[in-house]
């Protein structure tokens, strides 16, 4: 088995991948922040009296567009953070480049999916489900070998 030092190197291919689509989710990440704000202000709902353009404005909080992309950035948040630190975890444990390179790649795609279904233009379900659990399931396979590689 390498070293840490060596896994942990761009010369590794698996981490170099992970290393891209980490990269590739703090975008998409950051880009949420912008896209409520985007959506803000086309609905002019605001949550704070400070942001308010008019004195005719109210503040509220309540806004279905505004709301579905706060929720699906939340959902980031819960699953796209998870998914650094395990994958990090699992390039560790020195996997095979092609299975760990794909996994890397079906919860990049996945979660750029999964945002573009719930919150940029609505799709149906089970898209989105499809979408969430096609990523989950990626980051759960690499907990359990995470899990199995430190256990035995």
């Known amino acids: 088995m390498a070293s840490p030092v060596e896994l942990l190197s761009l010369s590794n291919p698996v981490f170099k991948s992970f290393t891209f689509w980490v990269g590739v989710l703090v975008i998409k990440m950051l880009l949420m922040s912008l896209l409520t704000g985007i959506q803000r202000f086309k609905t002019k709902t605001f949550a704070n009296p400070e942001d308010l353009m008019s004195p005719k404005l109210k503040v509220k909080f309540d806004d279905p567009n505004v709301e579905r992309v706060r929720r699906a ?80």
């Open 73 to 152: 950035h939340r959902n980031d948040l819960e699953n796209i953070l998870p998914f650094f630190a395990i994958g990090l975890l699992y390039v560790l444990t020195d996997p095979t480049a092609f299975l760990a390179i794909n996994l890397f790649r079906a919860v990049g795609i996945a979660r750029i999916v999964h945002t573009l279904v719930y919150a940029v233009v609505v799709v149906p379900q089970p898209s989105r489900a499809l979408a969430f659990f096609v990523a989950l399931g990626a980051t759960v396979y690499m907990a359990l070998q995470v899990i199995a590689s430190a256990a035995f």
